[in-house]
């Protein structure tokens, strides 16, 4: 069996401690009429992109992942992920590599509105890592090629923003369409409930 090249890596990990509500954000519905959850339509949207394996970090919450998506996806849990989200990065590329991929392209869980399409032009966008623009503005996936996984952090709450912040010369931005948006509250929730 030949090893994938790239993978992809939901981070999951955190409490979700701003959201306000029933369970945890991340199995929070969406839509009316769609009875996906947040975490669910993130996954959808993950692996119809059709980049390569996906990997799930999960921290705060074990159990995260769907049991319908759980075949689908490898998942791995960070015991370590109240330390900031570095750390949840770390177990993601440490899964990447014992699957011999030489590029991860990471999102957030609680971002479901990333497109399928924008996951595929941040993973086929040439350099050591690409970064995908809404509106001119950074957001996510972000692509990171193998030779720069040992420049990353190993402490702190960011992913990638810092190593981009220090080696801008590395970094390809990819216009894409969809949404960032992020669910944090349910204030958030409610936003896209009533659209």
């Known amino acids: 069996m030949i090893p994938p090249s790239r993978v992809v890596v939901l981070l999951a990990a955190g409490a979700g401690s701003r959201f306000v509500g029933p369970g945890h954000k991340l199995s929070a519905n969406i839509l009316d009429g769609d009875s996906r959850t947040v975490i669910e339509r993130s996954l959808d949207n993950a692996l119809s992109a059709g980049i390569g394996a996906v990997v799930v970090v999960t921290g705060a919450v074990a159990d995260v992942v769907p049991s319908h998506l759980a075949d689908a996806v490898t998942v791995r849990h960070n015991p370590r992920w109240a330390d900031g989200q570095i750390t949840s990065l770390h177990v993601g590329i440490d899964a990447a590599r014992a699957l011999g991929a030489t590029s991860v392209v990471v999102g957030l869980a609680d971002q479901p509105f990333i497109a399928p399409d924008a996951w ?62 992020d669910i944090d509250t349910t204030e958030d929730l409610r936003r896209w409930q009533s659209n």
């Not at 595929?120 to 623009?133: E, F, K, L, N």
């Open 120 to 181: 595929q032009a941040v993973a086929d966008h040439d350099g050591p890592i690409a970064v995908a623009t809404y509106g001119g503005r950074r957001g996510n996936p972000v692509k990171l090629d193998a030779e720069v996984w040992d420049l990353l952090p190993t402490a702190g709450d960011e992913g990638a923003r810092a190593l981009m912040r220090v080696r801008p010369e590395l970094v390809r931005e990819v216009a894409c369409v969809g949404s960032p948006a």
